[in-house]
């Protein structure tokens, strides 16, 4: 893969078919309310061929839930005088594609000798419309060299698509006319109901395909096929629109209306609307790198990843560990969102930032199910949240290394910080926007019902006169059924805190709503002061004379390994050691204590980080451990005025684009993307807001000359410029 240094487009110049998987991933486009890998139109065996949809799940074993993967709307079979095109025949005499950012389009320019010795031109371009997110678009130019003949297209939907063999789709209906043809179908558990069509438009200069219908069940396709001459240009052009009955109740009746639209579509214009609307997100959201076209194109890469998976119209969805590129984690949500995505998300378009956070909001009856399934008291959210908000962790999966056995899955159980993590990220909503309607809609809500259940899980040790937290796992997963984790047990008292301040900022400013508030959760007196107490008494492991925090009870009793450190070791620790072996150490797959001092840099002094970050840092499995490390790593070791900052972001950086640890293909890692705008923000240029003001405090890698960006502080554009001298 060679990288265009001007900074916006993603350039393969040669097909290597090992590396597909990892090259669909990267090539996905979106709108926010689908996401369609970067396969060819005209597919290639083995490929991981997927479009997801928002808020499509539909239920399957073990994972309980994923989301399904639509009829493919991108297929075009194309035939050359009578010779079907495919890259896994043929001679390749030349491949380019691109994916450019600035206007989010996928683009391919292919040079094909077919097995008979005939050689064509085709180039494809392809987008998913951001000015109206039901509407997807590929166009095809195909020019014969040296030979004339017919040029066949044929494409249709598809609706045998599976999820790695799972069917999700039953068959309700279709129809061929025309130059159209539709599909209905329903996800066979949830019964979401899908209608989905197409035009197409295949021509030569002034001359139009003959069009054959083919009302193939579950596939409708229209084929339209052209003689042409050497040198001639058969140009096909697919619109494919789509509604889902999330969208309304009749999505039949909003597809036929947008088909009907389309007859009069053209090409250019249509796009030209797309590309106006992805100005709009970029003038809000680039960051412009000057000196390292690398980290520039990288950085502009994660946030086209975030862009494209962002709802901007629906406020009952979220965004997946893996995004809507692939099928990790099948679609489920996770803190990686509220902590990693979601700042990018509050600072350039805090609207989305709201829909995200209103579907925690919305979700709020399955967290408090799983509290009250638990024993608590308030909203618990699910480690792994889905289309209901109930916890979709699977228990057990397969042995990676031996199918025969079963892993049990323990944070769908014990990793509970991801209720403190959801009512942090409302809260800081609110200091960057000052958006009071919302806090008091919505973030209120949650954050209070979130205290509440703190402060029903925390355990009283009478003999050390403390309240604890026993039996969990922290953001370090390497280590599991802990007690007393820093980083859960200082986030639970921040919540308890943060709500009591809440609830002073509601009596004293919106009585009237805190009175309705206080009725409708059945707060009493007597609750807030338990918070109070809770508050004071909880344990956090801190030596004032080491200043280190202890990752959790015996932490440091565990085995020092240098393990970590080995430099030509070529997987995880945890790999090398088996589960219970790493567990036995104090590697860390990811910050943790670290990952506490970043979130809440007003807690500890300048000399408590310094002495956990020497701690923890040579203790964490940078290279093979979490992805959601490095960027956070970056951000503290900027805190720290640790020159390898620049290291742990290009870690972060690179972690999709070349595929660092081997598994890009099963789709982007949402939360490294996230955290390298958080790096670049608030770790190389040491942005800071005050509730006032901001400043920053540079500390730009030296190849950077320039480093610009724009963030909302108070609904207020802001920008930051920074030259390095
Ligand atoms: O949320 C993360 C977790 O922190 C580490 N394991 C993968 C999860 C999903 O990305």
Redo the contacts with the bound molecule.
Sequence with gaps: MTIQTEGWSLIETSFLPEQIHHSETIFTIGNGYLGSRGVFEEAFPGEVRSTFLHGVFDDVPIVFTELANAPDWMELEIFLAGERFGLDEGTLLSFERQLDMRTATLHRQVRWRSPKGRTTRLTFERFASLEDVHLAGVRVCITPEDYEGAIEIRSGVNGESDNLGIKHWEWLGQAVKGHSARLHCRTRSTRVELAMGFLLDVTAGSRSARISRWDVRNHPTLAASLSVRAGETVTGLKWAALYTSRDGRNPQRLLNGALRGLQAQDWDSSHARHVQAWQKEWDQCDILIEGDPEAQLAVRFNLFQLLVAAPRHDSRVNIG?KTLSGYG?RGHS???TEIFMLPFFIYTRPEIARNLLSYRWHNLPGARQKAWKNGYRGAQYPWESAGTGEEVTPTWVPNPNDRTNLIRIWTGDIEIHITSDIAFAFWQYWKATGDDAFLLERGAEVILDAARFWASRVEWNDTAGRFEISDIVG?D?YHDHVSNNGYTNAMARWNLTTALELVHWLREHHPAHWNKLRGSLHLQKKELLNWQHVIDHIYIHYDPHTKLLEQFDGYFQREDTDLVRQADRTESVQALLGIEGVSATQVL??PDILMLMYLHPDMFDAETVRANYEYYTPRTDHTFG???GPSIQAIMACRVNDPAACEHFMRAARADLFDVRGNAGDGI?G?SAGGLWQAVVFGFAGLRLLPDRWEITPRLPANWKHLRFHFYQHGQLQTVDIRNP
Excluded: G
């Design positions: 560990a984690y996770f803190w990686d953001p997963e797959k990811q979490s992805s959601l890692h939360a």
